[in-house]
Every structure is written in C-alpha cells, then in structure tokens.
C-alpha cells in the first residue's frame, strides 16, 4: 500500500475505483448476490432488473472454482435460467434477449 499511496497520495482517503492502480478488488452487498433455483434466480434476475430499469445484467460466477465446476455451472444457467430470462413477460428484460 505504501507504493501506491506515495505514487496515488489519495489512495489513502477514498476507496478504489475500479479500473484504476488502487483498484485490488471490489465488494458486493447483501443484494447483489443472487443464488438458488433455477426459477428463484430468474426472479431474482428479473425483479432487480426491472427495478433498475436495466436490460442488461453481469453475471458473475465463484471463478475460484475449479474449471470443470465453472463448466457445470455455466451450462446448467444456460440451460434452466436463460430460456426463463427470454420468456419473462418484461419488456425490459426481453428487449435483451
């Protein structure tokens, strides 16, 4: 932290930014993390989209993992939770389908 204070004397008052040399990492509240079944996490999905007014969404999955866990997880969203995104009766959500 020393080397990036005396480089960035700021980095010691305000918290990183995101893309920037004090950027290590980034915190996710209580209602940003979204986990369950299939259904509950599209209407998770879909209710915090619709409330932000936002067609798009970022998933982002425990890339801690092992690969082959990443591989299932990846697919079983893609196969239970996507379609229920696209038929969601959302205009939101279905202009970004």
Not at 25 to 38: C, K, L, N, Q, R
Not at 40 to 65: E, K, L, P
Not at 75 to 85: C, E, N, S, T
Request: glycine share 6%; net charge neutral.
């Amino acid at each position: 932290m020393e080397a990036i204070t005396s480089r960035y004397p700021l980095a010691r008052y305000r918290p990183a930014v995101l893309d920037t040399p004090t950027a290590h990492a980034f915190s996710i509240g209580d209602d940003e993390v979204i986990a369950g079944t299939a259904d509950s996490v599209a209407a998770q999905i879909i209710d915090q989209c619709s409330a932000a007014g936002a067609g798009h969404f970022a998933a982002n999955f425990n890339r801690s993992q092992p690969p082959e866990r990443l591989k299932t997880w990846y697919a079983d969203f893609g196969r239970h939770v996507i379609p229920r995104l696209r038929n969601t009766g959302s205009s939101t959500l279905a202009a970004a389908s």
